[in-house]
């Protein structure tokens, strides 16, 4: 199964990243290729890539606020991402994420390696914003 790991530092508090990394509804703003999200229960949502309005794909959400986790398990391909929050001196925040792309979709492991950095770039500065 391929793999791959990236990392960012966030300015911002643990707390700051967590309340964007937890909230499925947050992603659109900072996970490149997320167009529109929609809750479906306590550990799911829909997401709807940019552009495929008409194309669910559902997803499984884990989190664990004591460990800093935040797991996502894509129900249609099987890829997965465990997103862990480290917290660093000076009140900024390491982000860490570890991504398992399925053989059968191995093709799409540049392409993920991409948009995964975009996003945690993203993230790692939209939680450093001050607030406003």
């Given at each position: 199964?391929?793999?791959?790991d990236?990392?960012?530092?966030?300015?911002?508090p643990?707390?700051?990243?967590?309340?964007?990394?937890?909230?499925?509804?947050?992603?659109?703003e900072?996970w490149?290729?997320?167009?529109?999200?929609?809750?479906?229960?306590?550990?799911?949502?829909t997401?709807?890539?940019?552009?495929?309005?008409?194309?669910?794909?559902?997803?499984?959400?884990?989190?664990?606020r004591?460990?800093?986790?935040?797991?996502?398990?894509c129900?249609?391909s099987?890829?997965?991402?465990?997103?862990?929050l480290?917290?660093?001196?000076?009140g900024?925040?390491?982000i860490?994420v570890?991504?398992?792309?399925?053989?059968a979709?191995?093709?799409?492991?540049?392409?993920?390696?991409?948009?995964?950095?975009?996003?945690?770039?993203?993230?790692?500065?939209?939680?450093?914003?001050?607030?406003?």
């Open positions: 199964m391929p793999t791959f990236d990392r960012a530092r966030s300015s911002a643990p707390e700051d990243v967590w309340k964007l990394l937890y909230d499925p509804s947050r992603f659109p900072w490149a290729g997320i167009g529109t999200v929609e809750k479906s229960d306590v550990d799911g949502y997401m709807y890539p940019d552009g495929f309005p008409d194309f669910p794909m559902p997803q499984q959400l884990r989190t664990d004591a460990d800093g986790c935040v797991a996502i398990s129900l249609v099987d890829l997965t991402f465990e997103w862990r480290h917290p660093l001196d000076g900024a925040t390491e860490a570890h991504v398992e792309i399925p053989v979709e191995a093709h799409r492991l540049g392409d993920q390696r991409d948009v995964i950095h975009r996003s945690l770039v993203a993230l790692a500065a939209l939680a450093a914003e001050p607030p406003g």
